[in-house]
């Protein structure tokens, strides 16, 4: 069935951001391999398939992406300011997966690659994911209580 629409339609992403319950929090973070920002350190994540949920596409970029394969996200927020990617408008919805401990992972896909970084030690990051690490790391503290 098709649909003509008389106003655009954005894209629409998905992104999981992975912190470790450790002593010594840790995040997982993926150097891009391509434009826009490429070299540069994001979350795991990607364009959202027509036949999944926003959930579904972070979980399986994050698996695409890092090798890692999560089941249990909690959703962070929804990102839609007008600039946020300059390949187009584009909203994502960003999930938090909390582990017990940093695993091998390895960068794949369209990432170069995929490492493990302390919480409180992060290199600035591509797109507005800055905002979503700060939000992220307000849930993951509530969540643990801490």
Same mark, same amino acid.
């Given at each position: ?10 894209? /629409? ?69 007008? +600039?946020? $990617? ?6 994502? /919805? ?5 582990? $017990? ?7 794949? +896909? +369209? ?16 797109? +507005?994911?800055?905002?979503? /690490? ?13």
């Amino acid at each position: 069935m098709a649909y003509t629409y008389k106003y655009p339609r954005p894209a /629409v992403t998905g992104d999981c951001i992975v912190i470790t319950k450790e002593e010594n929090a840790k995040v997982l973070l993926i150097q891009r391999s391509d434009e826009p920002y490429k070299g540069a350190w994001a979350f795991p994540g990607g364009f959202m398939n027509m036949d999944e949920s926003t959930e579904q596409c972070a979980i399986r970029e994050l698996e695409e992406e890092t090798g890692l394969k999560v089941t249990d996200v909690c959703q962070i927020g929804a990102y839609s300011k007008v +600039d946020r $990617d300059p390949r187009g408008r584009t909203i994502t /919805v960003a999930y938090l997966a909390i582990i $017990d401990k940093a695993i091998c992972v390895v960068g794949q +896909d +369209d990432a170069a690659k995929a490492e493990w970084w302390p919480i409180n030690s992060l290199p600035h990051l591509a797109f +507005d994911h800055d905002e979503i /690490v700060s939000d992220a790391i307000t849930l993951y503290h509530k969540i643990l209580k801490l």
